[in-house]
């Protein structure tokens, strides 16, 4: 039941609600040396905002961009040039004025060239095809037919992705012919069953370049180019279509593709956007506060761009681009963003590719830190990984009540609760030993996120256990999360500096994990240092000096205060009066302009992660204005290097897009803000919204609840506050909680009901709950 004021503040949020997201952003020509991605499960192509495809990326030297079908890259990029044979000029379409990214594709505007001859390009990667569509229109502004000459070159690279040399896979020479009777290029690696093919949809008059320019990339790839023939009309328009397809396979693959997407580019195309459609309306949310609202949907999108499906390895949620297109045991934080916003099979395809690619590498239950997308593992697992593997199957369930897919994880639970509480666990102390997210030389000790993430990990066994293994078996996993939770908040506590330990360990661990921030502060080598970078070094070894007088005990230690020492309030196990000085003194003490420091000792780089937990750390302790505060630092960085996405590291370098940005945006807005607890396997959500106090309103639609399907607002209005439900099925219990209020009146549906400290109860399909305060 929807009430005349209710539906008019609707009205008015949605009203200013634009997609933009669908209509894609642009960089007004500021970024045009920055990368951008042309994304697709399958395939992908990143080169440069300007239209170029220069040798990009590290992991792989220089060979990170251009266009990649994993687990093999195709090519380097391709090139255009047109010539005005009535005037012979000719012109290299090599920088572009403005790129306009969209969910599904890009567009290069390159204005008036060649005398009133406008050119546009635009392409996209269809979802499930090996290959990439690149589209060329002309406008011909002129009052005079045009004869153009349009030469289309590519630089092939049929090359291995990143550590295929540990499975004996090598690359080698290419080789490029051409194929008259189809009018077509196809390359092939000299040595391996990999190919490429390319060529025009409407390729009438077209003829071979020999010998082709030279185009100077990195690789064992060869250049070839054709040119094609157009005529335009005055005042006309032409377009040509590129197909560029492949296979790490055989030719026949790779030609296939060609044809499939030369015949249906344009339906692939419609079904692209309406895929990005899909899920901008899943979830969506309405708020004040515009800029939030659209970096909301852009991280969504930004994850989608990141799905890496790989024949006979899996599909997932990748890092980021473009060093990380491969997948990681951390990338739980953006799995957790997606259940968050209801896209529960993308989080069980990602949960089963790391727990088969886990079992085949390690299998005990140990999850690993980064498989590649040839199944290379690189780093068997930190320990915190294993722990928030489990947690994150655990937060799946209470949205889905999935059984069976709970199932199918519960024995990867369990052996990854043995393996940390036993293997990592040599003294017994319920601490697991080992690294954690930081991965920073040195701190190989009883870590505070490793030991916090296996709190969680021990609740979220216990809560499957109760409906797959019985009550002995949870009671157990229950009296060891307890226990953890206590020994966290006792013995990783200083109180006399008010924050919590990095890692709980001996003086001699002191000592080495002093050390260990030498060591990576040297890696950058001793003709790069800094004067920072001195005074650091100088700061750790008196550090080593202290911790060498002190009494050889076993205690919590600081040694770089990193931004990990605030999952205890990420996971909300710390009590409320510790809680709140704590979160305190980090936003006066441990923040720079983005957000906390990665190590608040060294003061230097910020990540969208660090940033996003600690906003969700203030929305468990119902600080939305707080949480608010850090999340719109992300929300800065918005755009900054390439449009409609956010950098890795804040606030414009590192990968330019990156997975687990998402995190920080979704989990605190629909867990905390909005206040969406699920417990779909009894069917009951629990309802606990922290409107910011300079909210009005706010409004939730189309959110994926198990089986069901659920809408829900907040309004303050002349009557008072009203908050709406709606849901697809009707045998559902919501409960909402609010803070009474003395003197307050609680109306549900129109009549009056009673305050309960467990909340208000409801049933049925459409809801309405008005709260009338004196």
């Not at 197909?243 to 997407?261: F, H, M, N, P």
């Not at 009901?753 to 049925?764: C, D, E, H, L, Y």
């Amino acid at each position: 039941m929807w009430t005349r004021p209710l539906l008019s503040f609707l009205f008015a949020l949605l009203s200013a609600h634009v997609l933009s997201s669908q209509e894609g952003l642009s960089n007004h020509g500021r970024t045009n040396g920055e990368p951008y991605v042309t994304a697709g499960d399958r395939a992908y192509l990143i080169g440069t905002q300007d239209g170029n495809f220069p040798d990009m990326g590290d992991h792989v030297p220089g060979e990170m961009g251009g266009l990649w079908v994993h687990p093999i890259k195709l090519i380097d990029g391709f090139w255009a040039e047109v010539r005005d044979l009535a005037t012979d000029r000719e012109i290299a379409l090599s920088e572009s004025v403005e790129f306009v990214n969209y969910p599904y594709g890009n567009r290069f505007r390159y204005g008036a060239v060649l005398d009133s001859l406008e050119i546009e390009r635009f392409q996209f990667s269809p979802d499930g095809h090996e290959g990439v569509i690149a589209q060329y229109t002309f406008r011909n502004a002129a009052n005079r037919r045009r004869e153009l000459q349009f030469r289309f070159s590519v630089k092939t690279d049929l090359r291995p992705v990143w550590f295929s040399d540990r499975l004996g896979i090598t690359d080698a020479p290419d080789t490029v012919a051409w194929q008259a009777t189809s009018r077509r290029f196809i390359a092939a690696d000299a040595a391996n069953p990999w190919f490429a093919v390319w060529g025009a949809t409407e390729s009438g008059d077209v003829q071979p370049v020999a010998p082709p320019a030279r185009i100077h990339t990195r690789g064992m790839g060869v250049a070839a180019a054709a040119r094609y023939r157009l005529s335009i009309g005055r005042h006309g328009t032409a377009t040509l279509t590129f197909v560029i397809a492949g296979s790490a396979t055989e030719q026949a693959a790779a030609l296939r593709t060609y044809e499939d997407l030369a015949r249906n580019h344009a339906r692939l195309l419609e079904r692209k956007k309406a895929h990005y459609a899909s899920i901008i309306q899943r979830a969506r949310i309405t708020i004040p506060d515009r800029r939030l609202q659209e970096v909301y949907d852009w991280v969504r999108i930004n994850t989608e761009w990141l799905v890496r499906d790989v024949p006979g390895i899996g599909r997932g949620v990748g890092g980021g681009l473009m060093e990380y297109p491969w997948w990681f045991g951390t990338e739980t934080y953006t799995l957790q963003a997606l259940i968050a916003a209801g896209d529960f099979d993308l989080a069980e395809q990602t949960l089963r590719l790391l727990k088969n690619q886990s079992m085949k590498t390690n299998g005990n239950g140990r999850i690993v830190h980064e498989v590649t997308t040839n199944g290379v593992v690189s780093n068997p697992g930190n320990t915190q990984e294993t722990a928030q593997f489990i947690l994150t199957v655990g937060k799946l369930f209470e949205w889905t009540g999935d059984l069976d897919f709970a199932r199918e994880m519960y024995p990867a639970m369990k052996a990854g609760i043995t393996w940390l509480l036993t293997d990592m666990d040599q003294n017994k102390d319920l601490f697991p030993e080992g690294y954690g997210i930081m991965e920073v030389y040195g701190l190989n000790a009883e870590l505070i996120d490793v030991a916090v993430y296996t709190q969680q990990a021990l609740e979220a066994t216990a809560r499957l256990a109760a409906v797959i293994d019985g009550p002995d078996a949870a009671a157990r996993y229950r009296t060891l999360a307890t226990q953890l939770e206590t020994k966290i908040n006792q013995r990783f506590w200083i109180d006399e500096q008010g924050t919590y330990a990095d890692f709980f360990g001996s003086r001699v661990q002191a000592m080495s994990a002093a050390e260990g921030a030498i060591r990576q502060i040297r890696l950058r080598g001793d003709d790069r240092l800094t004067q920072r970078d001195s005074a650091l070094i100088g700061h750790y070894e008196r550090l080593k000096q202290e911790f060498a007088a002190l009494p050889d005990t076993t205690k919590g230690w600081i040694t770089n205060e990193n931004w990990v020492i605030t999952t205890p309030l990420e996971t909300g196990i710390v009590p409320r009066a510790r809680a709140l000085p704590f979160l305190d003194k980090i936003r006066a003490e441990n923040v720079g302009e983005y957000g906390p420091f990665l190590s608040a000792t060294e003061r230097q780089a910020m990540m969208t992660i660090a940033t996003g937990v600690q906003a969700v750390s203030e929305a468990n302790y119902g600080r939305s204005d707080a949480a608010l505060w850090y999340m719109d630092k992300i929300v800065r960085t918005f755009n900054r290097k390439t449009p409609g996405s956010i950098a890795e590291m804040m606030p414009d370098y590192g990968c330019f897009t990156i997975a687990w940005t998402s995190y920080g945006i979704v989990v605190p807005l629909i867990e905390r803000i909005f206040g969406i607890q699920p417990d779909a396997m009894t069917k009951t959500v629990v309802f606990d919204p922290h409107v910011p106090p300079t909210w009005e309103g706010m409004s939730i639609e189309a959110l994926p609840i198990g089986t069901n399907v659920v809408s829900f607002s907040v309004a303050k209005t002349r009557r008072g506050i009203e908050y709406g439900f709606a849901a697809a099925a009707a045998d559902w219990t919501f409960v909402l909680k609010v803070q009474d209020v003395p003197g307050a009146r609680y109306y549900v549906n129109g009549r009056p009901v009673p305050f309960g400290a467990s909340g208000i109860r409801m049933r049925g399909r459409s809801n309405h709950v008005l709260v009338v305060q004196r």
